[in-house]
T-cell receptor, first 113, second 112 residues
Framework: NAGVTQTPKFRVLKTGQSMTLLCAQD?????MYWYRQDPGMGLRLIHY???????AKGEVPDGYNVSRLKKQNFLLGLESAAPSQTSVYFC????????????FGPGTRLTVL | SQKIEQNSEALNIQEGKTATLTCNYT??????LQWYRQDPGRGPVFLLL?????KEKRKERLKVTFDTTLKQSLFHITASQPADSATYLC???????????FGAGTTVTVRA
């Protein structure tokens, strides 16, 4: 099993450009999450999904959109990138058990110039 | 507002010693608390979970305590090894669903 994979690993954008980050998991997990991690601020939840076809806003959703058309994939879109969106983005997935262990991907390092 | 605070300073310790990390929280009533390990350039990896009715949990050389009165969890790495060098994150649920809120993490460096 590959677990949680993310593409791309690195990306540099210019202000105003758009891009989509792809997250895929092969563990048949119901829940998927997108976080950003900035120095000194920890992981902050952007959007999440509790099942195929459903999405919800997290703590910092502005400037991002998501889609979960297939259970195994969760896409994060930036319509018009801004320098404030320079960050490391992590995708995670989990199964709704009482342990709620989240499985993380390797991350995407995004720089917006 | 809800807040999670971990040791702001990085921890540098000698091999064989015990590292103790703190996680304090305010305005949460968590049913459980989790600890994750994160190596540079990688995603966090789940280590263990402790529930609100458990005072202490152990896993190999790791020991976690949870004091809901003090609103604090302590994470101990005993007989530390250089391979334990990493950033450790605490996480807890902000509500009654499956979302998690994470602390900023504490970086531990174990010197040989």
């Amino acid at each position: 099993n590959a677990g949680v994979t993310q593409t791309p690993k690195f990306r540099v954008l210019k202000t105003g450009q758009s891009m989509t980050l792809l997250c895929a998991q092969d563990m048949n997990h119901e829940y998927m999450y997108w976080y950003r991690q900035d120095p000194g601020m920890g992981l902050r939840l952007i959007h999440y999904s509790v099942g195929e076809g459903t999405t919800a806003k997290g703590e910092v959703p502005d400037g991002y959109n998501v889609s979960r058309l297939k259970k195994q994939n969760f896409l994060l879109g930036l319509e018009s990138a801004a320098p404030s969106q320079t960050s490391v983005y992590f995708c995670a997935s989990s199964y709704p058990t009482d342990i709620n262990e989240q499985f993380f991907g390797p991350g995407t390092r995004l720089t917006v110039l | 507002s809800q807040k999670i605070e971990q040791n702001s300073e990085a921890l540098n310790i000698q091999e064989g010693k015990t590292a103790t990390l703190t996680c304090n929280y305010t305005n949460y009533s968590p049913a459980y608390l989790q600890w994750y390990r994160q190596d540079p350039g990688r995603g966090p990896v789940f280590l263990l979970l402790i529930r609100e009715n458990e005072k202490e949990k152990r896993k190999e050389r790791l020991k976690v305590t949870f004091d809901t009165t003090l609103k604090q969890s302590l994470f101990h790495i005993t007989a530390s090894q250089p391979a334990d060098s990493a950033t450790y994150l605490c996480a807890l649920p902000p509500g009654w669903d499956y979302k998690l809120s994470f602390g900023a993490g504490t970086t531990v460096t174990v010197r040989a």
